[in-house]
């Protein structure tokens, strides 16, 4: 008898499974499936716009890395340029540099014969006065 009962109750539950959902629970999850839907769709939309802004901010790096590409060529072109020009130049350079050592020896020795002149004008003053 009690198998019966577990029978009854067991083929009762099935049958209450079986009742079609009331318009409010069908209305309910509808509006559940709508809000999830939306939800995923936002969440699409969001990672859909940061890959886009990483692309666009990839495509900026890239164009200004290209800048700064562009200006170290020249930059290199321009140093290499003054480098020849000063090579060019360094023969010159050296013979300045020889001429302000001659005038610089030629300046002492005329500070020094100056200096004899000045002895030998007082030494002749001395003289004539005798």
Do not use: W
Not at 21 to 47: C, Q
Not at 48 to 71: F, G, P, V
Not at 87 to 106: F, H, K, N, R, T
């Amino acid at each position: 008898m009690s198998t019966t009962t577990e029978e009854e109750s067991a083929s009762a539950v099935e049958a209450s499974q079986e009742i079609p959902p009331s318009p409010e629970y069908r209305e309910l999850a509808r509006d559940m499936f709508e809000k999830i839907t939306e939800y995923l769709n936002g969440e699409l939309s969001a990672t859909s716009e940061e890959y886009q802004l990483l692309h666009r901010l990839n495509q900026m790096t890239i164009a200004k890395y290209s800048d700064m590409t562009s200006l170290a060529t020249r930059l290199n072109e321009v140093s290499e340029s003054l480098n020849d020009k000063f090579v060019s130049l360094q023969p010159y350079c050296d013979q300045i540099d020889q001429v302000e050592s001659s005038v610089s020896a030629l300046e002492q020795t005329a500070y020094r014969l100056d200096a004899y002149c000045k002895r030998l004008e007082a030494k002749f003053k001395e003289f004539e006065k005798r």
